[in-house]
């Protein structure tokens, strides 16, 4: 089965009230969101890593956040921040990203290889046919979401389960 990450758009004061009593990210239910069961896929497609750190690529937080919180009351015990000036470069970024090569190498990868080697078990819910316009309308749905906080002003909480 694969995870779901929820990404949520949320002001500085909701970041510091969350670092001060993390389990208040139980209660989160902000208008703004992203989900995907495609995370690791589409870190995959836009870093060339799963699971990008600072060194791999310059869009490594987008679904891994710049500042993890530890929270023992949700499944993977932590969720990750991106503070809004972070976002908005993010968004700034994810806007330039080429979606015809993207497209073009979902549709060349060796989805057994991924699987194996990247361990992108997500993968194993779609067809090899299909993967392209999946992951493209993913990375589309991410790009607005992004744009979004930045022309809020806004930054990102996201965690995993």
Not at 35 to 46: D, I, K, P, V
Not at 110 to 124: A, C
Not at 140 to 158: N, P
Request: with cysteine; glycine share 4%.
């Amino acid at each position: 089965m694969a995870q779901s990450t929820w990404l949520q758009l949320v002001s500085g004061e909701e970041i510091q009230e969350l670092r001060a009593d993390p389990r208040r990210i139980n209660r989160l239910d902000k208008p703004d969101w992203y989900s995907t069961r495609f995370g690791a896929a589409l870190n995959y497609f836009l870093t060339g890593d799963p699971w990008p750190g600072p060194d791999d690529h310059e869009l490594w937080p987008v679904l891994g956040g710049t500042e993890t919180i530890a929270c023992p009351t949700l499944e993977n015990n932590a969720f990750m921040v991106v503070a809004s000036d972070v976002a908005a470069q993010l968004a700034a970024r994810l806007a330039t990203v080429d979606l015809a090569s993207v497209e073009a190498a979902v549709g060349q990868a060796d989805f057994d290889e991924l699987v194996d080697e990247q361990e992108l078990y997500e993968l194993e819910l779609i067809t090899p046919e299909e993967a392209p316009e999946i992951i493209v309308s993913e990375i589309t749905r991410l790009t607005a979401f992004y744009a979004k906080a930045r022309a809020s002003q806004l930054g990102v909480v996201m965690y995993t389960s």
